[in-house]
């Protein structure tokens, strides 16, 4: 029987996104860029993805299209049983905030705002939200909830800019280049705090990453060239954030 062969956990994974012949073209006066040329893909729910890939080889706009920010010039994706290639722009901004947390390379924290004002402002939106309290305990800053973002490290805000994302318990977590501004230590302390809501929350994590050494705690790396998907590494053994070097 087939499912006595297909017994290890990542095997078994549910699938998160499906996408087939996803292109995307940007039309700038008479300039035309294919910034995507014709994608498929499948991303497992719960699994960390690391996309990988030189300037300007699509990245950043397969990542936002994946979260609802942008649409396919062509091509069609689904999440889970939607098809978001089908919805209209109100359903596909539920989507969005209802299964996607976003983490960018700087934080975009509100500066007149705590730490906790700032991740009270996306649950406020959200269905089932956990407290902001909780979120910035997950992360390691419940101490700091009372600070403004000025009187905070940027591995701090960046910390607060995850608490942000996972307070509303999306199903997925984009993140593009989270670690970019930061140093080396300063970012493995914010990649573990992604790790660990990965983990501990199930949350599919899709990150990209200018960095090689980060794709060592992945699942599995997209490597990216000239707006496709040029190879996919698996990795049998996924390293942790703070074995990892660069
Ligand atoms: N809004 C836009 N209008 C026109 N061209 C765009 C737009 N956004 C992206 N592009 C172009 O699409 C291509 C892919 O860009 P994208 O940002 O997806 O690459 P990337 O791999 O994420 O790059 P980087 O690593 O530098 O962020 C690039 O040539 C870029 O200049």
Redesign the pocket.
């Known amino acids: 029987m087939s499912d006595a062969v297909d017994t290890k956990p990542s095997k078994r994974r549910e699938t998160a996104f499906v996408g087939q012949s996803l292109k ?1 073209t ?3 006066g008479e300039t035309q ?4 040329r014709g994608v498929d893909l499948e991303i497992k729910a719960g699994e960390i993805l690391v ?1 990988l ?12 299209i994946i979260g609802g920010l942008d649409r396919p010039t062509s091509g069609q994706l689904w999440y889970r049983d939607t098809e978001l290639t089908a919805l209209n722009e109100a359903e596909l901004t539920r989507f969005r905030r209802a299964s996607i947390g976003f983490i960018f390379q700087f934080y975009n924290l509100i500066p007149s705002l705590t730490a906790e004002e700032n991740v009270r402002l996306v649950i406020d939106i959200a269905d089932d939200p956990m407290p902001a309290k909780d979120a910035l305990e997950l992360v390691g800053l419940a101490d700091r909830r009372h600070h403004f973002p000025a009187q905070l490290s940027g591995g701090e805000q960046q910390r607060v800019a995850v608490a942000r994302a996972i307070a509303k318990r999306p199903g997925v977590l984009l993140c ?2 989270p670690t970019g501004a930061l140093d080396s230590a300063t970012g493995v302390r914010v990649l573990e705090t992604l790790a660990q809501a990965n983990r501990e929350l199930g949350t599919t994590l899709i990150l ?1 990453t ?1 960095n090689a050494g980060i794709a060592a705690m992945a699942d599995r790396v997209f490597n ?1 060239l000239d ?1 496709q998907i040029a190879s996919i590494q698996t990795n049998d053994v996924r390293i942790s954030a703070s074995e990892m070097v660069w």
């Open positions: 995307k940007y039309i700038t860029v294919h910034a995507l996309l890939g030189p300037s300007g080889s699509g990245k950043s706009t397969l990542l936002n593009d280049e990209i200018h990216f707006g």
